[in-house]
């Protein structure tokens, strides 16, 4: 039997391989890892994962774009740790996935290809996910947005560690693309000009639910993977055209970290570790027509 690491070295590997920048609302020197195992026998903090689908490494303010204005996630940079060497697992959604969860590479897990809609395939639910190993540590734990990891049910969320899933099984450029309240499929089509509205109100409502108990949240944004879709209030208000629109939308910026709003009005007890990052580098047709 493979023995199971220590919460801390696989928080630690899985971050410094995952993610572009992280946030934490506890102090400096225990992000920078020199009092994490104090922290560990101490008050967790919650965790929040924020993965953005086809957002490029450039496409914040704070990692260099001049068209995309994303002032909260640039005062987690100031503020926090940027990772400037990220290296995502993979340059295509499922396979990315499955090494953001669980810290390995996808092709150790035979995972080397997109799961289309009819696939078959998914991750083996044997493998070792960021959220069961929170889950041994006290968690809750959540999922909210896009999971692409296999949508028959023995690979699906509440099969790899999740205590709740609301969100789709695949791309939103897939047939049978419906909705799940946790293991209930909702047979409506989606509004995808809603779609990110939808989920950061299922994380909010999730965030408040689980304020006081230490808790893993992963968003993961459908968007800004195409087709694009934005609602009306966001629609022209970047210089980055429909793209920048959807990712100012899906962004901390306008949903859980605007002011008033999302974690500043959950009455949480405990420290955060807010970790956004992006799936993989982003369509390059979207951003250089002809390519």
């Not at 099969?159 to 209930?184: H, K, L, R, T, W």
């Not at 047979?187 to 950061?200: A, M, S, V």
Request: hydrophobic share 40%; glycine share 8%.
């Amino acid at each position: 039997m493979t023995p199971r690491p220590s919460l801390t070295r696989t928080l630690i590997r899985w971050m410094s391989g995952g993610c572009l920048l992280a946030m934490p609302l506890l102090s400096l020197a225990e992000a920078q890892g020199e009092v994490l195992d104090q922290a560990e026998a101490q008050t967790p903090p919650n965790i929040i994962v924020i993965l953005a689908d086809d957002l490029g490494y450039g496409d914040i303010s704070s990692f260099g774009s001049q068209t995309i204005d994303t002032p909260r996630i640039d005062e987690m940079a100031e503020q926090g740790m940027k990772f400037p060497q990220f290296y995502a697992a993979a340059p295509v959604c499922t396979p990315s996935r499955a090494g953001l969860l669980t810290g390995r590479y996808s092709a150790r897990m035979g995972i080397e290809h997109v799961f289309m809609y009819d696939a078959h395939d998914g991750m083996d639910p044997a493998e070792i996910t960021i959220p069961e190993q929170l889950k041994r540590a006290g968690y809750d734990t959540g999922m909210v947005g896009k999971w692409h990891l296999g949508h028959l049910d023995r690979y699906m969320p509440w099969n790899q560690g999740f205590d709740e899933f609301y969100g789709v099984p695949f791309s939103n450029d897939m047939a049978n693309f419906f909705f799940y309240e946790n293991q209930e499929i909702i047979h409506e089509p989606i509004d995808q000009r809603y779609l990110t509205r939808r989920y950061t109100e299922k994380a909010l409502d999730y965030i408040e639910r689980h304020a006081n108990a230490p808790f893993f949240l992963y968003l993961a944004h459908s968007m800004p993977h195409v087709p694009l879709y934005v609602s009306p209030e966001f629609e022209g208000k970047s210089e980055g055209g429909l793209y920048g629109d959807v990712v100012q939308a899906a962004l901390p910026d306008t949903s859980l970290y605007r002011k008033g709003a999302g974690l500043y009005r959950a009455p949480c007890q405990r420290a955060f570790l807010s970790l956004p990052c992006p799936q993989h580098a982003a369509r390059a047709a979207l951003r250089f027509p002809g390519v």
